[in-house]
């Protein structure tokens, strides 16, 4: 296990970067992330028609930039083509859809990387970045998909792996031996976490928008915790830390 899923405080992650305040998994969210103190960032891996591994979270581009089409039908030169910031905002434009190795050599060494996989097929390029970038342990592998997490888990079992969940199932992690079980924070029970605590497991929850939900999430005890915000979770990590 990494030296992140080794900590003993609760890790703030950055979903799709710091996605409230710069356009999702762009390499401008993914270093304001860094620069707003989080410990790491949530990203979502899909690949291209040639093969190549990009960083989106929908199955096409048209939501998040100004083209249109599927990213398993596009190049990545087509890809490279379409604005992935002016949606956001004017000052984003010019912001592309960022190769995975972007994202590594941005924050290999300073940030946990939480690679969530959105679709099967990209299993083996995508443990040959990682071995080749030597960034086994600053990664855990997640996906919605158990088949997937299974898959990955006895390919690399050097890396650690995460069930994603949108309902209270931890004991399907613990099928799959899975490092992490990462819950919706709307199905985050304490028993889900006592399950997760008897087997070893880290519990992430996501995705937190609230001073309310970070709060509840951290009096159960939560390893991780995932934001748009991480400014958000921050800050009530700092006021409970300061309590008596």
């Not at 899923?5 to 996605?19: D, K, M, Q």
């Not at 969210?29 to 028609?49: H, M, N, Q, S």
Request: hydrophobic share 45%.
């Amino acid at each position: 296990m990494n030296k992140w899923l080794e900590s003993t405080r609760c890790l703030v992650i950055a979903h799709r970067g710091a996605s409230a305040a710069a356009p999702e998994n762009t390499l401008a969210a993914f270093r304001l992330a860094a620069d707003l103190g989080a410990d790491g960032i949530e990203l979502d891996v899909r690949g291209t028609a040639d093969g190549q591994l990009v960083v989106l979270h929908d199955a096409s581009v048209n939501r998040t930039t100004d083209g249109t089409g599927r990213v398993a039908a596009l190049t990545l030169d087509q890809l490279r083509c379409v604005d992935a910031g002016k949606k956001f905002g004017p000052s984003f434009r010019g912001e592309r859809i960022p190769l995975l190795s972007q994202v590594f050599e941005v924050v290999a060494g300073r940030l946990l990387v939480d690679v969530e996989i959105k679709a099967a097929g990209v299993e083996a390029a995508l443990l040959d970045l990682i071995r080749r970038m030597s960034m086994a342990d600053s990664v855990l592998i997640s996906s919605f998909d158990s088949k997937v997490v299974g898959r990955m888990r006895d390919m690399a079992p050097e890396i650690p792996v995460g069930l994603l969940h949108s309902a209270a199932d931890p004991n399907a992690a613990v099928a799959l031996r899975a490092a992490a079980y990462l819950p919706e924070v709307v199905t985050l029970t304490a028993d889900v976490v006592a399950v997760c605590r008897r087997h070893g497991m880290r519990v992430i929850t996501w995705t937190v928008g609230t001073e309310r939900e970070a709060r509840d999430a951290l009096q159960l005890g939560v390893d991780g915790i995932i934001a748009d915000d991480p400014t958000l979770v921050r800050r009530i990590l700092t006021q409970r830390e300061a309590s008596p």
